[in-house]
T-cell receptor
């Protein structure tokens, strides 16, 4: 059974720092990996989708990489801002069902 | 606007009551999912449906029921058999059950037992 782990569970940083959030998975037979953002009491907003054949995807200040063979993905956030404060979740899709990590709770303070 | 709509945003249930959470999408997506989110536990799959009139149990289906009579609708009923229903419920959809498509989520329903 696929297991997804996100490290760290929580992170608090000053504004302007570059951040790396980690996601690891036990079964490398995946089709894609998706990063989401969740604000308190809200649903999930898709940030980036990486297909298994891709190495990375970029959107604005966000860059996500995928190393399928080692079972790892990283989400890089450049020049963090207070508005980036949220929980970040990764989900891997092997069969029909995506498996989620528990998320990294990020606080960026001014 | 295209998207997934969950209603209500907040729902209160008395002991022994069944309640139904609504999930509607106008994205023409084939696959729909229901997840439960508890603090510190991440998202757990309750039920999913890949096509109309078909659905499958997820990891924590006991005490829940669903229907998929229309492509755009996937309601979730929380029955009295669910002993600890207080949680945040999220509905998601994707364009097909194929491997490479992106998942989209609704804004969630927070259910509280009173």
């Amino acid at each position: 059974k696929q297991e997804v782990t996100q490290i760290p569970a929580a992170l608090s940083v000053p504004e302007g720092e570059n951040l790396v959030l980690n996601c690891s998975f036990t079964d490398s037979a995946i089709y894609n990996l998706q990063w989401f953002r969740q604000d308190p009491g809200k649903g999930l907003t898709s940030l980036l989708l990486i297909q298994s054949s891709q190495r990375e995807q970029t959107s604005g200040r966000l860059n996500a990489s995928l190393d399928k063979s080692s079972g790892r993905s990283t989400l890089y956030i450049a020049a963090s801002q207070p508005g980036d404060s949220a929980t970040y979740l990764c989900a891997v899709k092997g069969s029909y069902i995506p498996t989620f990590g528990r998320g990294t709770s990020l606080i960026v303070h001014p | 606007d295209g998207g997934i709509t969950q209603s209500p945003k907040y729902l209160f249930r008395k002991e022994g009551q069944n309640v139904t959470l609504s999930c509607e999408q106008n994205l023409n997506h084939d696959a729909m999912y229901w997840y439960r989110q508890d603090p510190g536990q991440g998202l757990r799959l309750i039920y999913y449906s890949q096509i109309v009139n078909d659905f499958q149990k997820g990891d924590i289906a006991e005490g829940y029921s669903v229907s998929r009579e229309k492509k755009e609708s996937f309601p979730l009923t929380v029955t009295s058999a669910q002993k600890n229903p207080t949680a945040f419920y999220l509905c998601a959809s994707r364009s097909a059950s194929w491997q490479w498509t992106e998942a989209f989520f609704g804004q969630g329903t927070r259910l509280t037992v009173v």
